[in-house]
């Protein structure tokens, strides 16, 4: 009985040694992952990368690093790496046919960061959600919309989809179309247009400007602008050529009408 409690003792105290040394490695080992990846963050070589890149390689370098933590501390504990790795890869494989969404958003991403339909700072429109690309990690881009609310968006679908970049080229094209009554003349309110349009002076002057009638109604003469502006100049230019619109045409007489039916009553 001696025998047994004195092998019971040395046991507790092996196993309750190497159970407090794995926390401290596990607890030293969380803190040299955060200042190892600072550090990497504020290395030249890191900074000459895109915003697209750093954010995603700063996932996978965190990922790898808290896998090759895990393995040390299982090490330390007894547990034999070789019989450890192979219980991974077969965990690995079960739940990556479990999850075969998470396995496309990485591939999701690589695709993203490789052929670069979008970037850090873009403004995109996915046909359901459309804001400024605020991030784009390993298996999520984040969106923050206009109105400033964050929306996470698997990388998978976002690959595999028809996504708008409102920031790539850095000109646009501005179309309005105005609405114009049929008793107002077409060169009256083509030359009242062309007036509010060379008023404005976020025009790109190399382009050309396009003010033509375009289209009938059932209520309304349709006219349409086309002009370019840069990027950055799109929203505000729209903005002050509606305002002029209004202004002007309530100067000239031109009247833009409601939707209306005329009804004749036969005797």
Not at 51 to 68: A, E, G, P, Q, R
Not at 97 to 113: D, F, K, Y
Not at 233 to 251: A, H, P, Q, R, V
Request: aromatic fraction near 8%; charged fraction near 20%; hydrophobic fraction near 45%.
């Amino acid at each position: 009985m001696e025998e047994v409690l004195s092998n019971l003792k040395e046991l507790a105290v092996t196993v309750g040694s190497k159970f407090i040394y794995a926390i401290i490695i596990l607890l030293i080992g969380v803190k040299l992952i955060k200042v190892l990846v600072k550090l990497i963050q504020k290395g030249k070589l890191f900074k000459k990368l895109d915003d697209s890149v750093k954010s995603f390689l700063v996932s996978v370098i965190k990922t790898v690093l808290y896998i090759v933590l895990f393995l040390t501390v299982a090490g330390i504990l007894g547990v034999p790496l070789t019989s450890m790795i192979t219980l991974l890869g077969s965990a690995g494989l079960a739940i990556g046919l479990s999850l075969q969404g998470g396995l496309s958003n990485i591939a999701g991403g690589l695709i993203i960061l490789v052929f670069k339909p979008f970037k850090v700072g873009d403004f995109i429109d996915t046909h359901s959600d459309s804001g400024t690309v605020k991030d784009i990690s390993i298996f999520y881009t984040t969106l923050t919309t206009p109105d400033n609310r964050n929306i996470t968006i698997p990388n998978g679908t976002l690959a595999n989809q028809a996504v708008v970049n409102y920031s790539h080229n850095p000109k646009r094209r501005l179309d309005i179309d105005v609405a114009v009554s049929y008793d107002n003349k077409p060169d009256d309110v083509i030359r009242c247009l062309e007036k509010i349009v060379s008023n404005q002076k976020t025009l790109l002057e190399d382009e050309q400007v396009f003010i033509k009638l375009t289209d009938y109604k059932d209520s309304s003469v349709t006219y349409t602008i086309r002009v370019w502006v840069n990027n950055g100049d799109y929203w505000d230019t729209k903005f002050n050529i509606l305002s002029d619109i209004k202004n002007e045409f309530t100067k000239n007489n031109i009247s833009i009408p409601y939707n209306q039916l005329d009804v004749h009553i036969e005797k």
